[in-house]
């Protein structure tokens, strides 16, 4: 059986050296250009505001929403305390 051999030569004769130093340059440009274009978003939706109106955006008209029901029960929170209380006073 063959024994396998670990050393620095092999990965400087294939030129890993380079190639690892290449790769971490690009992610870490590719990181820097995300983190530039989040830092200037805000300066970028100011230019396309004045270019388009955000009025303009809108698809229509909204509908006026239905006025929400009154429920003129117990709410869940005080549904939830009646049963707690009632558990703790027969809890034994």
């Known amino acids: ?3 396998m051999v ?3 030569d092999n990965v400087v004769a ?3 050296v380079s190639l690892s130093v290449t790769g971490m340059s690009i992610v870490f440009l590719a990181l820097v250009f995300v983190s530039l274009y989040i830092a200037l978003l805000p ?3 100011a230019v396309f505001n ?3 109106p955000p009025s303009a955006h809108h ?3 909204v509908a ?3 006025a929400p029901q009154v429920k003129t029960g117990p709410s869940e929170a ?3 305390a009646a049963a707690v209380a009632y558990l703790h006073k027969n809890k034994g």
Request: aromatic letters at 8%; hydrophobic letters at 40%.
């Open 1 to 3: 059986m063959q024994q």
């Open 6 to 8: 670990f050393s620095w």
């Open 14 to 16: 294939g030129n890993g």
């Open 43 to 45: 300066k970028i939706t």
């Open 50 to 52: 004045k270019i388009i």
């Open 59 to 61: 698809s229509g008209p």
């Open 64 to 66: 006026s929403a239905p």
């Open 78 to 80: 005080e549904v939830v």
